[in-house]
């Protein structure tokens, strides 16, 4: 028998559908994603804890879910909403339908609501607190509830999704994932990356800060022919240094990163002294760290075809983006320069600075799903740590 679930949103707002995935009650800023595929690296995606993530494209759920699409160890999102949930999956690669996926991740899923007139509403007033649930289906209670939960701006979402403790990554590129463009077809190696270096000869180690990271960028990092050990997010300078590492990566994460100070103060003290690559919220936590202040965007970009303009090549990429808050370029110091523009909007998209070996993008370059214009970062990465090796 169907059941019924509603999202209820703070300007009074409520939408009937019914319910799937798990039962239940939760809170949280109510997002969408234009991505046509993606669903299950969009679940996995740390960066979407405190939200309830809407797909704006009619029917998902049509390939299932396939282990090795994971990008964590689990569902950070606090609820999911679709207009169509396909319950009979085409895919060989699937093991189970999303159904079950958020039945056994105690997800709560929302299916059979008009989710164009649910993004038109957050397009126009912007991300807005939202409840959705399955236990609770008085209009008037949700409404209240909707209103009085949290705000994500001034929260330490990190500390929810950060790992417990530091490890070595050890996996490289899905062969599935290997793209013609900057990876060999064997397989083996990323030939065009390293400038034909094979991966097994390069002794690089990088440490990569994670404050909630997709494990397709550790993925890329390993096929960059590096050692790759992973630091919790709290992690200080000195604990990063410890490892004498040849480049620090700062990965993506959730919601606001001005309160985190501890992460600020840790860049801050590694820059200069060893070449820094940072994604989405290490792209604003490396702003912070330079002086920048960030701001939240009105509904965020969300979605597998945001256009960047390359300053340097006056190229446009492609990018996968997942983000609410953006490097204000009032604020940025003299020392900082912008990189990349987002075309849609005029947002800050990347930035390096001027004298430290040091840059970040506001997209995802490891796509995933997505795609992958930008893998050329990775070999950026490279780039500048092989050049601080010689030169050091
Ligand atoms: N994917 C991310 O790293 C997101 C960064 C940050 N939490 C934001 O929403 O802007």
């Not at 105690?106 to 912007?126: E, F, H, M, N, P």
């Amino acid at each position: 028998m169907q059941k019924t679930a509603k999202l209820a949103l703070a300007d009074g707002s409520v939408f009937t559908g019914t319910a799937f995935g798990a039962d239940g009650e939760v809170h949280g800023e109510v997002v969408f994603n234009t991505s046509m595929t993606g669903y299950q690296e969009i679940l996995t995606d740390p960066s979407y804890c405190g939200q309830i993530v809407t797909m704006t494209y009619p029917q998902i759920g049509n390939y299932g879910i396939a282990p090795e699409d994971i990008e964590s160890g689990g569902i950070a999102l606090q609820g999911f909403i679709v207009r169509e949930l396909c319950e009979i999956p085409s895919n060989y690669r699937s093991t189970q339908t999303l159904d079950e996926y958020l039945k056994a991740a105690g997800v709560i899923g929302l299916q059979g609501i008009d989710t164009r007139a649910l993004v038109r509403k957050i397009r126009t007033s912007g991300a807005m607190t939202g409840v959705l649930s399955t236990v609770d289906l008085d209009d008037e209670s949700l409404v209240k509830k909707a209103q009085s939960s949290p705000q994500l701006v001034g929260q330490d979402l990190v500390s929810k999704v950060l790992p417990a403790e530091a490890r070595e990554w050890d996996e490289g590129l899905h062969p599935l994932a290997h793209s013609s463009s900057t990876h060999s077809l064997s397989g083996k190696s990323i030939t065009n990356m390293a400038e034909g270096e094979d991966q097994a000869e390069s002794n690089y180690h990088i440490v990569a800060i994670d404050y909630g990271m997709k494990w397709n960028i550790p993925r890329h990092l390993k096929q960059l022919g590096c050692r790759v050990t992973i630091l919790p997010g709290n992690c200080t300078a000195e604990d990063v240094l410890a490892f004498n590492p040849d480049g620090v990566f700062l990965s993506n994460g959730p919601g606001d990163p001005e309160p985190l100070t501890y992460a600020i103060e840790t860049i801050r003290n590694l820059m200069g002294k060893v070449p820094i690559f940072g994604i989405c919220l290490g792209h604003q936590l490396l702003g912070l760290a330079c002086g920048c202040k960030t701001f939240k965007l009105k509904f965020g970009h969300r979605g597998a075809n945001q256009p960047v303009l390359n300053h340097d090549t006056k190229q446009v990429e492609i990018t996968s983006q997942n983000h609410g808050f953006a490097i204000d370029p009032e604020t940025m110091p003299d020392d900082v320069e912008v990189t990349h523009t987002n075309m849609n909007d005029d947002t800050v998209a990347g930035l390096r600075h001027k004298t430290h070996a040091a840059f970040s993008v506001q997209y995802h370059p490891e796509a995933s799903a997505g795609p992958h214009d930008s893998h050329y970062l990775f070999k950026q990465f490279f780039d500048s740590i092989c050049q601080t090796r010689v030169s050091s």
